[in-house]
């Protein structure tokens, strides 16, 4: 401790000398050395540019590629490194995950920063924590996988033995979109202590791994095999930056449009703000990184503060703690811990409230840079912070160089969206936050879209102080954010409740109160207008009821208080996680299968090891070319107009630019199918590509994209599929299912049920965004391309139609896509032929990988769909009629959006048989991008049709829902509505064993008690079943190729024609040909996927690629086997290698080609009649949900699947494959939201405003099994496709939801029907749950206003 304050002094005193200077030194020595380290290597740089983030400097300039770029705002967590700095003060090391996309390389002065090729690589040794996510099969696609690696690196930095909450919780800020976040948890909760359980799963009964029949089933990795974690292995800390004393001078960094200033002393600082009253300060740049980026601000000088004593400072005074303002959000957090620890609980009220907060701040990369100073000082509306600080009265300490003044923070401190009283020469010093006292209490609540790493939709601070003995108000303050242009007061309501007790009356009385205060537009930016207003209501109640609870406990036996009713409880209990648990289960190989024949074991997937290191290898990363130029896109604001006039001129004045190209440059067709590659004339969506800038530098070719003006001549756009049924704006004709006679179905049923439903789109959010780089040949038209795509055939197609050359003048090259689900299936090709055309014009190589918030803008998504049902079924539940009409928003061309509408249509009655039935599909052509291709391709539409009317006949029929839906589903020999006959039906199989590994019959009665039990949580309970079409359905697709090479050595070199992209596909295919050969899987290497080794290629899509890649590649081995069979019976002992080699002397062809097409497809795309897949993958699922009734939260809270995947390839792929399915489909079902304009404007362009599943979101517990003993005699080697079919399995989360709403509305009184459309969003489960607070906010009458944005 003494220790301690010496060294405090000795840095006051070091402080003091530097202040004494005074004024007149105000700018100290300059310098414009930036010193840091790297991996343990020092860099010195001068002159760095204030635009330059980490990221880009590691990437470009350190050839570091492993630290991937997904979002660029912070939101993904794939461009996580560790940085550490030496805190003088407490004379240690601090590790902290950030990321490097929004870390400006100006701030890093004497810091260390290590990435993923720091710790480990496949040609030294992996780090622990690349082995066990690479082993524990947690990465697919790999391109989150760094981001990952780094995250729990630094945890162990920190805490070599973290809880498994400590590893889910340093991992809020890591999106991964394929894996579903399992396998990756699984992988590290190795390091708990508790790993060889479910880490505390105890606690959950008989729910806990111990407690699963493992026994029967092996494991997909051996723990035991994992390297231990060894910290004094760790890089050390460049001991020169903590012992060192680097000359203290004001650092200075003069770029092309900015000026970078970090002072040393306030009075610097303070004569800078004068001097530059307009300059900004950047602590954690999280905010004003995002503003440069994305909201094309430019700030000319900025001012680093991060390193002055007074906005550092952490002190305890008599009202509270203070904290300078440019201390972190995680240093905070830490000071506040230890206090609430410390202090008498009374004291710490809104301590222990900004903690809570803090937990759904963000993620940790941002709380351990962002600071308190610069929450407050962006004055942003949703403000997690703000509303706390108003509403407890911090105090905060501004000052200028004239003057330094205290104030009180209340709702005057904001002026105006994002305005505070602060005048420009001010600076934010301080804030300090408040201790309570006795009979105070203080509490915050956040709801947003996600409860992880999201901003709030409403939040607020809420505090009440009573009059001493007794319970009658004395001081109340009620802050809220998300009400507003600022963070807003509820003055009135809180002057009126002054001096009345806390009772039901003063509920009831706040409640209208507040109803009539808070009021927003029906049209308010953010939209959701009855759940913001009702949630003000729903958090005063939690308020009230915590507030009585805490009366109770406090003041027992002093004065009455009122009861609060044992059903309420819950409504005052914070969210609390529970304890993860997870088991697979899966039939093992036989024991006589062969050592080297791996198929059926859970091989890793062969690119883990590279995906854990960063080494892996994505289009981006490949090394530049000799003159190679960027290019960025110059796309529509306008969703419909005429052009006026395209004016690239200010653009080409600006640094680094090369060219425009447009419409103009094509040299061969600018249609590729029916839509442009540059607009010619008219635009008809916003995103539609108009143009692009060529640049030396990706920074100036979007810097010069943004300068070219377009103006335009407004056209009328039709945006939601509602405008297009008015306007009959279709692509199609519309397409029509029919089976049996409709009529007579109709009048054999007992009743008859008409209704609808609409399920949002989706957007694919692969981590790698569109990415292509074109390398002209110069020769004859050559051009060769590195292209993220799915379909790199079509994709050469159309480049070479674009260019005007022959298709084989044009390569496309794919190694891995970081993630595609469809998203690059046809989509790619709107950036390749732009690129192309760059590179044909100006003989360069180009390169262009877009930015996430345009390729959110360009690309298309899952189509949107609405469904209107008439359903008629009998007594029994058997439903005799089914008349269908379905409507797709297709966007502004065809795409892939008919066979998605006919796939949706083969799909639409999911498991079940109806006799007579009629589909009709209407593809609906709108001004927005165009739709595609999304795993499942219109399945889960189709098949969430389904499940709507089935739902519908469950509540009016009351009959159990498991019973209606089993007593429909298809038999043996039924013959679908498309007329292919059933056979080898396995869902009744998945169906029962699902029901009993869920225990679905104790598990409803369960719930049912709950419900009884809770007024304001409830819980539900659905079983969904599936089946999924397996082929494509336009015919001449499902065809695959595959050519196979043997060397000299023995070595194999294998091509075929799918593509990697995460999905293990290579994995498989390397399994197949070992098995085959008869040699071990090391010896055989897939380099890449290339238009120029197998062509015509389909795309990989449709959950086939293994099938017909896997036929495709035993053929072509096949013939190689029977070529060396004649050396292997002259030398039966010999070894592979010396076959090969005799082969060779005999000069036999040791290269072979295989071809494969999938037989027994007859189809008749005419009527839509015929066999038209190659088999069915089937499953079930059943998941149990808690919703929050006041807030509309939930939380997933089990879910058991149970899938047939035939005799698995490889299980953990496999399994891979089902959870990653379930949780995007988690993320449809209920989480993600694409949010339009009327007007055709995307809102939702990143991960900050469109939210896909973090980690936290996956089922508590998740189990997953794979169908014993269910050979597929269609597929290679008796295996299934699963790409897809389980996808839909995560409806039943979303019938679960709605079975906990059913229960909720059953409570207050309300029996009938509701609609309830997908995704299952807080805003719509909570105005689902009626109750008086939802009756006082009522919505706007449709038609009397403009909404904020439309249902498409
Ligand atoms: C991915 C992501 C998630 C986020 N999640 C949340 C969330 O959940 N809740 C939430 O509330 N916010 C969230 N934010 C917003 C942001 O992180 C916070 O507002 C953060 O506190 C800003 O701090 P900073 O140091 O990064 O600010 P900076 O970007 O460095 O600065 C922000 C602004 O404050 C001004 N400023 C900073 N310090 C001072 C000072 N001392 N005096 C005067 N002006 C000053 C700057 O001039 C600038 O205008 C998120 C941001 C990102 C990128
Ligand atoms: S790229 Fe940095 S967080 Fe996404
Ligand atoms: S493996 Fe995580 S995004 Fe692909």
Redesign the pocket.
Known sequence: MRDRQTRLQRLQGKIARRMSHGIENSMMSQSNELVFFVNGHKVVERNVDPELNLLTYLRRNLGLIGTKLGCG???CGSCTVMISKYNALHEKIVHMAV?AC?APLCSLHLTAVTTVEGIGSTATQLHPVQERIAKAHGSQCGFCTPGIVMSVYTLLRNNLNPTMEEIEDTLQ?NLCRCTGYRAILEGYSTFTQSSSCCGGGGGRGKNCCKEQPREKSPKLFESSDFKPLDPTQEPIFPPELALSEYPQSTLVFKGERVTWIQPQTLNELLALKAQHPDA???????????EMKFKNMLYPVILA?AHIPE?TVTQSTDRGILFG??C??THIGNVLKKAVDELPGYRTEVFRAVLEQLR????WQ?RN??????????A?P?????PLFVASGCQLTVASQESTRVMQMDQDFFTGYRKTV?SPQ????SVEIPYTRKGEYFSAFKQ?QRRE????IVNCGMRVAFKEGTDIVEELELSYGGMGPTTVSAKKTCQDLLGKQWTKELLQRACSLLASELTLLPSVPGGMVQFRRTLSLSFFFKFYLRVLQKLGQDFKGEFPVESIPPEYISATELFHKDPASFVQLFQGVLPDQMPWDTVGHSLPHLSSFKHATGEAIYCNDLPRFEKELYLALVTSTEAHAQISSIDAGPALKLAGVTCFISAEDVPGSNMTQDETVFADGVVTCVGHIIGAIVADTEAHAQIAAKAVKVTYQKLKPIITIQEAIMHESYHTAPVKMENGNIEQGFEQADDIIEGEMHIGGQEHFYLETHSTVAVPKGEEGEMELFISTQSPSQSQSLIAKVLGVPTNRIVCRVKRLGGGFGGKESRSTILSTVVAVAAYKTKCPIRCALTRDVDMLVSGGRNPFQGRYKVGYQKSGKIVAVDLTLYCNAGNSLDLSASVMQRALFHMTNTYYVPNIRGTGYVCKTNLPSNTAFRGFGGPQGMFLAESWMDAIIQKSGLPAHQVRKVNMYQEGNITHYGQTMEDVNIRKCWDECMDSSSYYSRRKAVDEFNRQHRWKKRGLAIIPTMFGISFTATFLNQAGALVHIYTDGSVLLTHGGTEMGQGLHTRMVQVASKVLGIPVSQIYICETSTSTVPNTSPTAASSSSDMNGMAIKKACQTLLERLEPFKAVNPTGTWEQWVSMAYMERVSLSATGFYKTPGLNCNSKDHKGTFFNYFSYGAACSEVEIDCLTGDHKNLRTDIVMDVGQSLNPALDIGQVEGAFTQGLGLFTLEELRYSPDGVLYTRG??TYKIPTAGDIPAVFNVSLLRDSPNKKAIYSSKAVGEPPLFLAASIFFAIRDAIVAARAAFGVMEPFCLHSPATPDRIRNACVDPMTEMCPPAEPGTFTPWNVEV
Not at 426 to 429: A, M, S
């Open positions: 705002e912070g939101g990321n929004l800020g900004k300060l950047v602590v954690g740049n999280t905010e004003v990184g995002i503060p906005l303002a440019a972190t959000l759904w701040f963000a993620g941002i840079v962002a600071a308190v100073g610069g929450n407050i000082m962006t942003s949703i403000s997690d912070l703000n602060l001010e600076v934010l010093l947003a790493d999201d901003v709030a991960p900050g």
